[in-house]
């Protein structure tokens, strides 16, 4: 029972950490913690179907490129209003991850993780292809920009909503379903869980929750989707983020998205580091420090505290 | 992974497997292949000339394919790391002819190089966390990635370096099909390191330790082979292919740069899928089968420019895994649940 108030004690004093940071911030600082939301929220996502239903996936840039797409052609085509196209983007993502759930039910392990990198690899090169519609290399501009506020307050109210409806849908009968699919398909089933709906269910919410990060990741750009800005590396942050936040659990996804969020920039500032070089020597130090240390993320380092707190 | 294959599910799959084994699709396939590049190379230049080029690029995604079943087999994960490895160990060779030596020289003293890279990898950063978390050895070699890829543009530079091929610019003709003599010595070169590397596992006790620890550690273990050091030894091994794949890479690529084994590497992973992950014959074929049919699509079909010859290729690669999940040459785990 400590336990639990100590948990609400502490999303309190983050929410309320959240909510009053603008107000102490630089316009800049305040766009650069607008991406800690964004990718708060597709680390949210991948942690769904990562951590709880054990499907791993490396392909999350890809569905966050479809959401920014969305965003960005919707806004160009018929100005819709922002908010309303990431909705537009979590159904379109939800319907995609649907689709790629379904392959997704005869592969596992290795397999499945190899082709969700393909998916991560393919999907940035069709706007390419098909440059009349999406822009070709130069991308496509949406019709209106927003203020780092507007992505902030925007951004991290997305992300509460996320928040409340992944731990609704994950402490339920779902979580359960999800949890027993992972630790063991065949004893899942035998226990008469349908294992084709729930796991394919995991990959659509799971992508839909990437799509509206992709979508206010377009949206943070300026407002330009652009085919470099979903390369591999972007989905290798989000497994990276998933993994430092250890997987399974909700509550380290703070310090995940924060990780490879902020980090990059942050490191930028330090002199001896200054290039592009050195931040990547320095983020990917890091990554592997933080995982020979903490193999099992953040939320296994702060299980073993709540545990000595109140054994 | 805690489930294990079990004794008597492999006998039972192996009787069920000689049951169907009097018609074997996977070989006649490939004999079907063998036949029909014959064919169409007798009949058409354009077609011979292709297949040759398919066949050194399927090379070198050969050989880097068989890096990562390699690692796969001993540590069961995907070394994301295996092409910016090879990429490093490519600059090393970069610097060693800079430095003056011949290009062979630096070839075999890269060699060395590259082993020892992979097995100080495997000490210093996989084995700590080896049976704890298999998510966690991948981030690392994620990791690894972004810190080699970062060290090298640091200290090489990004911009395009520019390295001799060991191969001259001959070309031969063979009964009217010009074939590059650059093209010959990247297949000859990665054949005889993919049968060197054979006949190690195959005849020496070396081998026979690795191929035990890789299989069953603990069984391994307990008739005294040191599983931990035959693990650093695949790793070291493996990063020697990944270098080898990447010195013949080069020269085809015609230039250097700190990205140049990202497309390698994607290739490379789309073979050894293809032909079952824990399959060497299987990365190997898987290798070569993709480096010829995408030069033979490339060739003939307009729509799959180059833009999405990549996706198109992981299309083939999905309809594959869809109809056999466990790749061309993969067995179908049993486990125990």
């Known amino acids: ?34 991406q800690v939301a964004v990718f708060f929220i597709a680390v949210l996502g991948l942690n769904i179907l990562t951590g709880y239903s054990g499907q791993i996936s490396i392909g999350h840039g890809a569905f966050m490129a479809i959401g920014g797409y969305t965003t960005a052609v919707m806004s160009r085509d018929h100005d819709t209003n922002l908010v309303l196209t990431m909705l537009m983007a979590f159904v379109v993502c939800f319907a995609f991850g649907l689709v790629v759930g379904l392959p997704a039910l ?45 992505l902030y307050g925007v951004g991290w109210t997305a992300a509460a909503i996320l928040f409340v409806l992944a731990w609704l849908l994950l402490r339920g009968r779902l979580g359960r379903a999800l949890r027993s699919i992972r630790d063991s398909e065949v004893a899942a089933v035998s226990s008469g869980v349908e294992l084709p709906v729930y796991k394919t269910f995991a990959f659509g919410i799971s992508a839909a929750y990437a799509g509206v990060a992709g979508s206010l990741f377009v949206l943070a750009t300026n407002g330009f989707a652009q085919p470099n800005e979903f390369g591999i590396l972007l989905s290798l942050e989000l497994l990276i983020g998933a993994a430092v936040a250890g997987l399974g659990s909700l509550w380290g996804v703070l310090a995940g998205a924060a990780f490879v969020a902020l980090l990059p920039t942050i490191s930028k500032d330090v002199p001896v580091v200054g290039s592009q070089h050195g931040q990547d020597v320095v983020f990917g130090l890091l990554v592997i420090l933080v995982m020979l240390l903490l193999p099992t993320g953040f939320a296994g380092l702060l299980g073993r505290a709540l545990r000595g707190r109140s054994p | ?236 091994l493996a990063a020697v292919l990944g270098a080898v794949a990447g010195l013949m890479a080069e020269p085809a690529a015609f230039v250097l740069q700190p990205s140049f084994m990202q497309p390698i590497l994607l290739y490379a992973f789309s073979a050894a899928v293809l032909g079952g992950l824990e399959s060497p014959i299987g990365a190997v074929v898987g290798g070569l089968a993709l480096g010829v049919f995408l030069n033979l699509v490339g060739q003939y079909v307009p729509f799959v420019t180059s833009e999405i010859r990549l996706p198109f290729a992981f299309l083939v690669l999905l309809v594959v895994l869809l109809i056999k999940p466990s790749g061309l040459f993969g067995r179908a785990r049993v486990r125990r649940v």
């Open chain 1, 106 to 150: 005869r592969l596992s392990g290795v397999y499945l993780a190899l082709v969700t990198f393909a998916l991560a690899v393919s999907v940035p090169q069709i706007p390419l292809k098909f440059s009349k519609f999406l822009g070709g290399s130069n991308g496509v501009q949406s019709a209106r920009t927003v203020s780092n506020l507007w």
């Open chain 2, 1 to 236: 992974m805690a489930a294990a294959e079990t004794r008597t599910g492999t006998q039972l799959r192996n009787g069920a497997a000689s049951l169907r084994g009097l018609v074997r699709p996977i070989p006649l396939l490939l004999a079907g292949a063998v036949v029909f590049l014959a064919l169409g190379s007798t009949f058409s230049t354009i077609f011979a000339q292709q297949t040759v080029a398919g066949l050194a690029q399927g090379a070198v995604y050969s050989s880097l394919a068989l890096a990562l079943v390699l690692i796969y087999r001993a540590t069961e994960v995907i070394n994301f790391a295996q092409g910016e490895m090879a990429m490093a160990t490519t600059y090393v060779a970069y610097q060693l002819i800079l430095w003056g030596l011949p290009y062979w020289g630096a070839f075999f003293v890269t060699l060395a190089v590259a082993f020892v890279f992979g097995t100080v990898v495997q000490l210093a950063l996989i084995r700590p966390v080896q049976h704890k978390s298999v998510i966690a050895i991948v981030i690392i070699t994620v990791g690894l990635f972004i810190l080699i890829d970062g060290l090298v543009a640091w200290k090489w530079g990004a911009d395009i370096k520019f390295m001799p091929s060991p191969f001259g610019q001959t070309v031969y003709h063979v009964g009217g099909v010009p074939v590059a003599q650059e093209d010959l010595g990247t297949l000859l070169v990665v054949v005889i390191s993919v049968v060197l590397l054979w006949g190690l596992f195959r005849f020496t006790k070396l081998g026979l330790g690795m191929r035990a620890a890789a299989l069953r550690p603990d069984a391994a273990r307990l008739v005294g082979v040191r599983v931990d050091r035959m693990l650093a030894v695949g790793w070291g």
């Open chain 1, 1 to 34: 029972m400590r336990v639990h108030a100590f948990r609400l004690g502490t999303i309190a004093v983050v929410a309320a950490v959240i909510a009053l940071l603008p107000f102490g911030l630089s316009n800049y600082h305040v766009g650069l913690f607008a």
